[in-house]
């Protein structure tokens, strides 16, 4: 997944203003178009009833893989449109499954630290493709086409490949294969709603700011997602045994609180005129606070009743998705008048998210998934 999906991102700004001469809301059009899958994640529940998840997984990145690799083919609006959506289908319904089986497969006790070590073998993944594009991008004349035909290409085969090397794995606890939706979860919902409001503005715009503000080429764009790379393949493990030790309240907090001073500090690039030296700091920052979300992954794998994992995941990313349809058309417009107003507005997201935050409780279990829980679980042994 990272292999098409970070290469598809990494060329996305630069591919789309050189060859496709998007502004501020044609850039926030398609990453509208490319959410509406994720709305639509839902439908996962649906495939499920015929065939098994690890089929689909393997599916949906094949088909991820084929867009990715055809993305150069089509450089108008309609054609980029197009091909973002079925790329899109492909990804979103992967990130589905591939979350509701992780949560699965892993162990309570391991899943931070193991979430940790597979977020940085994914950062791993994609240190490569980026090093590639950085030094060969000039050097051996590299250009959209290739690049996203090698990317795509060897998505497709690794996927292919799985499908025969590897066996069907059996999951511990079937799953449901029916629409699930618990009041108990609320707040696990509420924050993955904020979550997915926050990040498209990120998404969206942090990069585009990069091209379209300062210039960046795509080797220089490349090299400051190479930094990013870096800092996660180091810290993500280590991200991971904060969340064992310190627990998800804290570190939601931490994460929250961090996001609203960079987004604000995003804010001041347009209002005080701050340079580049930070905005790509901030852009760091920015990666490293997000990789702390595997606390909202482990604070529902502790409050879900494990035979709702499937459809509880295909129900969070359709929530997640909810902003993400309507944000990035209505903040692309607003960009052309007041490119600080939108940070700002994700700078307040972020204060909300850490409100809902303090509502976790300090050990998240069945029948304690927040503060106002009547039932309180037993201490946990002494070591």
Same mark, same amino acid.
């Given at each position: 997944?990272?292999?098409?999906?970070?290469?598809?991102?990494?060329?996305?700004?630069?591919?789309?203003?050189?060859?496709?001469?998007?502004?501020?809301?044609?850039?926030?059009?398609?990453?509208?178009?490319?959410?509406?899958?994720?709305?639509?994640?839902?439908?996962?529940?649906?495939?499920?009833?015929?065939?098994?998840?690890?089929?689909?997984?393997?599916?949906?990145?094949?088909?991820?893989?084929?867009?990715?690799?055809?993305?150069?083919?089509?450089?108008?609006?309609?054609?980029?449109?197009?091909?973002?959506?079925?790329?899109?289908?492909?990804?979103?319904?992967?990130?589905?499954?591939?979350?509701?089986?992780?949560?699965?497969?892993?162990?309570?006790?391991?899943?931070?630290?193991?979430?940790?070590?597979?977020?940085?073998?994914?950062?791993?993944?994609?240190?490569?493709?980026?090093?590639?594009?950085?030094?060969?991008?000039?050097?051996?004349?590299?250009?959209?086409?290739?690049?996203?035909?090698?990317?795509?290409?060897?998505?497709?085969?690794?996927?292919?490949?799985?499908?025969?090397?590897?066996?069907?794995?059996?999951?511990?606890?079937?799953?449901?294969?029916?629409?699930?939706?618990?009041?108990?979860?609320?707040?696990?919902?509420?924050?993955?709603?904020?979550?997915?409001?926050?990040?498209?503005?990120?998404?969206?715009?942090?990069?585009?700011?990069?091209?379209?503000? !300062? &210039?960046? %080429?795509?080797?220089?764009?490349?090299?400051? *997602?190479?930094?990013? =790379?870096?800092?996660?393949?180091?810290? /993500? #493990?280590?991200?991971?045994?904060?969340?064992?030790?310190?627990?998800?309240?804290?570190?939601?907090?931490?994460?929250?609180?961090?996001?609203?001073?960079?987004?604000?500090?995003?804010?001041?690039?347009?209002?005080?005129?701050?340079?580049?030296?930070?905005?790509?700091?901030?852009?760091?920052?920015?990666?490293?606070?997000?990789?702390?979300?595997?606390?909202?992954?482990?604070?529902?794998?502790?409050?879900?009743?494990?035979?709702?994992?499937?459809?509880?995941?295909?129900?969070?990313?359709?929530?997640?998705?909810?902003?993400?349809?309507?944000?990035?058309?209505?903040?692309?417009?607003?960009?052309?008048?007041?490119?600080?107003?939108? !940070? &700002?507005? %994700?700078?307040?997201?972020?204060?909300?998210? *850490?409100?809902?935050? =303090?509502?976790?409780?300090?050990?998240? /279990? #069945?029948?304690?998934?927040?503060?106002?829980?009547?039932?309180?679980?037993?201490?946990?042994?002494?070591?």
């Amino acid at each position: 997944m990272p292999l098409a999906f970070n290469t598809w991102s990494a060329l996305l700004n630069n591919f789309v203003i050189e060859v496709g001469g998007f502004d501020g809301a044609k850039i926030g059009w398609l990453h509208t178009v490319r959410e509406i899958p994720g709305f639509l994640a839902i439908g996962v529940i649906v495939l499920l009833m015929f065939m098994r998840e690890q089929v689909l997984a393997l599916v949906a990145l094949a088909m991820l893989g084929a867009a990715t690799a055809v993305t150069a083919w089509f450089p108008s609006l309609g054609g980029i449109l197009m091909i973002t959506m079925l790329s899109s289908i492909g990804f979103h319904y992967y990130e589905t499954v591939n979350q509701s089986l992780q949560l699965q497969w892993i162990k309570k006790e391991r899943a931070p630290q193991m979430l940790g070590w597979l977020m940085a073998a994914a950062s791993t993944a994609t240190f490569v493709v980026y090093c590639v594009i950085w030094l060969g991008w000039e050097a051996l004349g590299l250009d959209y086409n290739r690049v996203y035909l090698v990317s795509g290409g060897l998505t497709v085969a690794i996927a292919l490949y799985c499908m025969l090397a590897f066996p069907q794995f059996e999951s511990p606890h079937p799953q449901r294969k029916e629409f699930v939706l618990r009041k108990r979860y609320w707040l696990y919902y509420a924050l993955q709603f904020m979550s997915g409001a926050r990040r498209q503005i990120f998404v969206v715009f942090a990069g585009f700011m990069m091209v379209e503000h !300062f &210039g960046f %080429a795509v080797h220089e764009v490349t090299a400051l *997602f190479l930094i990013n =790379l870096v800092i996660n393949i180091l810290c /993500a #493990p280590l991200l991971g045994r904060l969340v064992g030790h310190w627990g998800e309240r804290r570190v939601l907090l931490i994460e929250y609180l961090g996001l609203a001073i960079v987004f604000f500090c995003y804010g001041g690039i347009y209002w005080f005129g701050w340079g580049v030296v930070l905005a790509a700091v901030l852009y760091v920052v920015d990666h490293v606070l997000f990789a702390m979300a595997l606390a909202l992954k482990t604070y529902f794998q502790k409050i879900a009743d494990p035979s709702d994992i499937a459809p509880t995941a295909a129900v969070a990313f359709t929530i997640n998705h909810i902003a993400a349809v309507f944000l990035p058309a209505a903040l692309g417009y607003l960009w052309l008048v007041s490119p600080g107003a939108v !940070f &700002g507005a %994700a700078a307040l997201m972020a204060l909300v998210s *850490f409100g809902l935050a =303090l509502l976790v409780p300090r050990r998240p /279990a #069945p029948g304690n998934e927040t503060v106002f829980s009547r039932y309180q679980p037993a201490p946990a042994p002494a070591e």
